[in-house]
């Protein structure tokens, strides 16, 4: 199987957005049963914001983290580009 | 509608195949504390529980499959490359003989899943109790794990893992309340 080879760059900004989805997902649970905590919505939103663009930097390197629209395919499509999560 | 995002939750790294542990990991990719229990347990009662808290049911539902991913990854990475020989020797001959490397829905002793693990009442203080329940076995089970596995790599992914159920557990006990909350408000009109 031939596998892409990913940049060292790479690596650490996978981590980045592993722990800003790690932030968004805490957030998300805890306003799930606190919907009136006005700090945590705020920061929720700036996280989400900044995941935005996180995403995009990730994608340049790994190519589309999502499907159905939510990210841009490159030519040919590159969406089944091994390495897949588990390969990594 | 859902959507698969391409990485994992958080990483999953390992340094040397170890088939032993691979087999413990499997329950809870198919146990019936595991995490497709988990996530298809939470995902069902949505229907019948208050809107107060289908978004949390929602939410720890779908990261439960990104815990069932990480698991899966954990198995595919122990067990990558192992010769028939050395599956046999590590006690998952029977596993070997029946999937090769595919991956199964079963528990550690090879019992298949079954939809018998994902309990739904339909009344939600018992749902979410069977939820508290569920995140606390859950818990317990990797704590075992990590007791019996000496791969720091390993461990370190299991733990992330043993506090979501912490978590999870916590945002369930709160569920409660407002339910709880919700059905006395009724009671005064």
Redesign the interface.
């Known amino acids: 199987m031939t596998q892409k080879q990913l940049p060292e760059e790479f690596y650490p900004l996978l981590e980045e957005l592993q722990a800003t989805d790690f932030v968004l997902v805490e957030l998300t649970l805890y306003l799930d049963t606190h919907p009136h905590d006005q700090a945590a919505i705020q920061q929720f939103n700036e996280f989400a914001h900044y995941r935005h663009q996180l995403k995009l930097r990730v994608e340049e390197y790994y190519g589309p983290l999502q499907q159905y629209g939510n990210s841009y395919s490159a030519t040919p499509w590159n969406w089944n580009d091994s390495p897949w999560p588990w390969q990594i | 509608m859902w ?10 790294r390992v340094k040397e195949c170890n088939p032993m542990l691979a087999k413990f990991l499997i329950e809870q990719y198919g146990g019936a504390d595991g995490e497709l229990s988990a996530a298809l347990r939470y995902l069902n009662q949505r229907y019948s529980i208050p809107d107060k ?1 289908v ?2 049911l929602t ?2 539902g779908t ?1 439960e499959f990104a815990h069932l ?1 990480m698991i ?2 954990m198995i ?2 122990l067990t990558k490359d192992l010769t028939g020989e050395q599956m046999r020797e590590a006690g998952l001959g029977g596993r070997y003989t029946d999937h090769d490397n595919g991956l199964f829905y079963e528990n550690t002793d090879r019992t298949p899943w079954t939809a018998a693990y994902v309990q739904a009442k339909g009344d939600p203080i018992a749902d979410l109790y069977e939820d508290i329940a569920a995140e606390e076995k859950a818990r317990a089970t990797y704590q075992w794990i990590i007791n019996m596995s000496d791969d720091p790599w390993i461990n370190d992914s299991l733990k992330f893992l043993r506090e979501r159920e912490v ?2 557990s916590q ?1 369930f006990r ?2 409660v309340e ?1 339910i709880k909350e919700d059905q006395n408000t009724k009671k005064v009109f």
């Open positions: 959507f698969y995002e391409k990485k994992l939750q958080y990483p999953v808290v978004g949390l939410d720890i990261e991913e899966a990854t595919y990475k978590v999870h945002r709160e569920a407002i």
